[in-house]
């Protein structure tokens, strides 16, 4: 996959441009870490490792890994030093099996093609702990209400064409296979449990656990809640 950065001309500027709108999805994640009381955590596809800026403490031991050097660079230039940053493949990821507590894959999955998000996945099922959590946020199906509809079928198709001619191919293949409903569906190896929605129900952010029966999910309710206040 190492190739042209497509990201070359577009990191500088990649928070500016979409830093506040993510804002809320990045707090949600923070909420439901500090929750499941992760300590070991990796964000696949980190970008400007603005995630791993949010979750910063003394007591967690933070990874981010992208392929993209200009975005790498833009990540190590605003973190402090403890959080480790590293350029490699996301679909082969030199790293240990069952490493992790918590795995983030923060809309990365509807820019890639096919093969190469269901590889993004099955690495995050490798890193992750038995007991541990994948974090999804990505593009759902909208619903049926009219608001969801104008953000999902207009607002959002018009950004994602905006970031390119191949990110938006995928963008629609994403969309046909069903969105992120379609694909935990098929791909998960275990428990699928809906943190909550954002976006007029156009996004949602899931965990992922290995475990079917993952007794986490009990204080979801309370994380759910916690979610609403800060957006």
């Known amino acids: 996959m190492q190739g042209k950065d497509e990201y070359k001309n577009s990191a500088s ?17 923070r909420t439901f870490i500090n929750h499941c009381e992760a300590e070991n955590i990796i964000d696949i596809c980190c970008g400007t490792g603005e995630q791993l800026r949010l979750l910063a403490n003394d007591k967690l031991l933070l990874t981010g890994v992208d392929l993209s050097p200009a975005m790498l660079a833009q ?56 007991s541990g959590h994948i974090i999804i946020a990505d593009y759902a199906k909208p619903s ?33 296979q069903g969105a992120i409903e379609g694909f935990l569906e098929k791909n998960s190896p275990g428990k ?29 309710k309370k994380i759910q809640r916690e979610s609403r206040e800060i957006q």
């Open 192 to 220: 699928v449990t809906l943190i909550t929605p954002h976006s007029k129900n156009c996004i949602k952010i899931c965990a992922v656990s290995k475990i079917k029966d993952d007794p986490f999910s009990i204080r979801l």
């Open 13 to 29: 500027i990649y928070d500016l441009l979409l830093s506040r709108g993510l804002r809320s999805i990045r707090n949600t994640i």
């Open 75 to 130: 990540a190590r230039n605003k973190s402090p030093a403890a959080i480790h940053y590293l350029e490699t493949d996301a679909t082969n990821l030199p790293l240990p099996d069952n490493e992790y507590d918590a795995v983030i894959v923060s809309f990365a999955l509807h820019e890639k093609t096919g093969v190469q998000h269901r590889a993004i996945f099955k690495e995050a099922c490798r890193l992750v702990k038995h």
């Open 144 to 176: 049926a209400s009219p608001t969801s509809f104008i953000v999902g079928n207009i607002l959002i198709p018009i950004i994602e064409r905006a970031a390119g001619l191949n990110h938006y191919h995928n963008y629609r293949d994403w969309m046909n």
